[in-house]
Nanobody, 118 residues
Framework: QVHVVESGGGTVRPGDSLILSCVVS????????MLWARQAPGREREWVAG????????YYKESVKGRFSVSRDGAKNMLYLQMNNLTPADTAVYYC???????????WGQGTQVTVSS
């Protein structure tokens, strides 16, 4: 049974950092292109970071390059998103999931809220 659960969100101030975690069961993060996406209020979900199966290729939305870092731990079957120098524009619900899977499928989690506010 596939299950994806994100955690690590919270309310922080501009310039702060957060690390989001994603626990996956039912498939291996080592054999899938894994993504982090976010959805701000009133906006569509947007992709922000991705990591390929071998982990050799990392992809970032332009606005987060140099601030966000995606990684995986195959042994724990987990995905991470290190977010530095956060700004209010980063406020959103952050989701972890498998590329190509329907957003309402079990291959995407329920999300974790990140709020950046002074």
């Amino acid at each position: 049974q596939v299950h994806v659960v994100e955690s690590g969100g919270g309310t922080v101030r501009p310039g702060d950092s957060l690390i989001l975690s994603c626990v996956v069961s039912g498939f291996s993060v080592d054999t899938a292109i894994m993504l982090w996406a976010r959805q701000a209020p009133g906006r569509e979900r947007e992709w922000v970071a991705g990591i390929t199966e071998g982990g050799s290729n990392l992809y970032y939305k332009e606005s987060v390059k140099g601030r966000f870092s995606v990684s995986r731990d195959g042994a724990k079957n987990m995905l991470y998103l290190q977010m530095n120098n956060l700004t209010p524009a980063d406020t959103a619900v952050y989701y972890c999931g498998k590329q190509g899977a329907a957003l309402n499928s079990d291959y995407w989690g329920q999300g974790t809220q990140v709020t950046v506010s002074s």
